[in-house]
């Protein structure tokens, strides 16, 4: 129990958990079913270069979303670099400043330059008011992020992108098993990428997917996936090796059968951070609009320090003591990170929502390993932290001047 502020490990009280409570800690399907595949593969000596495994594991994709093609790559990196590539995008390209480095940087490796577009606070996604603005003769293409799984407003985006004529495609890493209006995220703009990583929704360890319904585009992301190799000693395009193992699509034909267990876990303890987190003043738990599929993945909550005195970042000390590993999402922002921070020193004065949201967002344990007993003290440490803001923040300022003092001293 975690009642008075002298209960809090950062001020000597026992921690809240022994082992450490993570995000994004990984969900597994059946051990039993995986083995069985692993040594199938075993038995087939078939380990890479599109084998039934990868196969098996993109047409299940495909279907899961109701898109035509899937093209499974080793990371959702690659997969946006090859979707980029295969799209033609150059010169520039727009994207939100609130997502991770990863998109950016998949622009940036092949020298199209990200242009960072700010948010809508609403929604924590690209603005696309704000998308117009920034279009210019170099513009080929917008990037939308689906943050935290939530769809970019894509009606608006797709407009834009005619109207200009630009390539439209989501980084779709947080969004597997989600829909917008009814119809499941990997079915907009000219592609989506969803990610596959240990710490997402579905994971094949590492993985990704290139999904779309344009059959042109991805015949040129195959290709190019594998070196741009279209047969035996025939090469025609510029390729990379991008390819997903057997063993990973292992994991994710494994994964993909025990989803539903997976949503119900994340659903279940949504509920429960709900019930637990209401009414702390300063504290606004993330919603998810219950007309849509959702997988839950993400619990994240914005702390509004006029509100609790207490900072976002001391709050996240406070948990860390406690074993709670709360994580700070896409901070400080991709304009604050290199090379970009060096090229647009002053991109943060257009980019006002997306510094705010950086600096108020944390992400909360879910997952397998957390259920109402661990929401409930996870809750009890923020309430008794930010009801009683004023004086947390007081001696936990104390404590850091007291410790730069005694840094000082030692010189
Ligand atoms: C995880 C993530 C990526 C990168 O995915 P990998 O599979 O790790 O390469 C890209 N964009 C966003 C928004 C992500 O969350």
Redo the contacts with the bound molecule.
């Keep these: 129990m975690k009642k008075r502020i002298d209960d809090l490990a950062i001020f000597g009280g026992t921690p809240a958990f022994v082992e450490s409570l993570h995000v994004g800690y990984p969900n597994l399907g059946s051990r039993e079913k995986l083995l069985y595949y692993i040594n199938d593969i075993l038995d087939r000596r078939w380990l890479t270069n599109q084998g039934v495994y990868v196969q098996r594991f993109e047409e299940r994709v495909a279907d899961f979303v109701g898109a035509k093609y899937c093209i499974a790559t080793c ?3 690659i997969g ?1 670099m090859i979707a980029m590539k295969a799209l033609g995008l150059m010169g520039e390209a727009i994207i939100p400043a609130f ?2 480095i ?2 950016a940087h998949a622009l940036q490796w092949q020298e199209v330059t990200p242009i960072f577009c700010d948010i809508d606070p609403r929604t924590h996604n690209i603005d696309p008011e704000k998308v117009e603005r920034l279009i210019t003769p170099r513009t080929t293409g917008i990037i939308g ?1 689906h943050v935290w799984g939530r769809a970019c407003k894509v009606e608006a985006l797709t407009q834009i992108a005619r109207r200009y004529n630009l390539k439209l495609m989501f ?1 779709a ?2 969004a597997f098993g989600c829909s917008y209006q009814g119809r499941m995220i990997g079915n907009f703009g000219d592609c989506e990428v969803f ?3 240990a710490t ?1 929704f579905v994971n094949t360890s ?3 997917a290139i999904v779309t319904n344009d059959g042109e585009l991805a015949r040129r992301a195959r290709l190019m996936k594998n070196f741009g190799f279209a047969d035996f000693d025939r090469v025609d395009v510029v390729g990379i090796n991008g390819k997903m193992s057997e063993l990973s699509a292992a994991i994710g034909l494994a994964n993909l059968e025990s989803l539903k267990d997976f949503v119900n876990i994340n659903y279940r303890n949504y509920g429960y951070y709900q019930k637990y987190l209401r009414d702390i003043d300063g504290i606004e738990l993330v919603l998810f609009e219950d007309c849509q599929v959702h997988n839950y993945q993400y619990i994240v909550i914005k702390v509004d320090e006029n509100v609790t005195s207490l900072s976002r970042d001391q709050l996240q000390k406070i948990l860390w003591k406690e074993k709670v590993l709360a994580r700070r999402y896409f901070y400080p922002g991709c304009h604050r990170m290199e090379p970009y921070r060096t090229r647009f020193p002053d991109a943060g004065v257009e980019l006002r929502e997306t510094e705010k949201l950086a600096k108020s967002v944390l992400c909360l344990p879910t997952g397998p390993a957390v259920g109402e007993v661990q929401v409930n003290l996870i809750c009890q440490i923020i309430r008794v932290s930010v009801e009683n803001g004023v004086g947390v923040k007081r001696r936990m300022d104390m404590a850091a001047e007291g410790e730069s003092y005694v840094k000082e001293a030692a010189r």
Excluded: Q
């Design positions: 990371n959702a990196t946006l997502t991770f990863a998109t992020v980084d890493a947080h990610s596959f990583h997402k590492e993985g990704g």
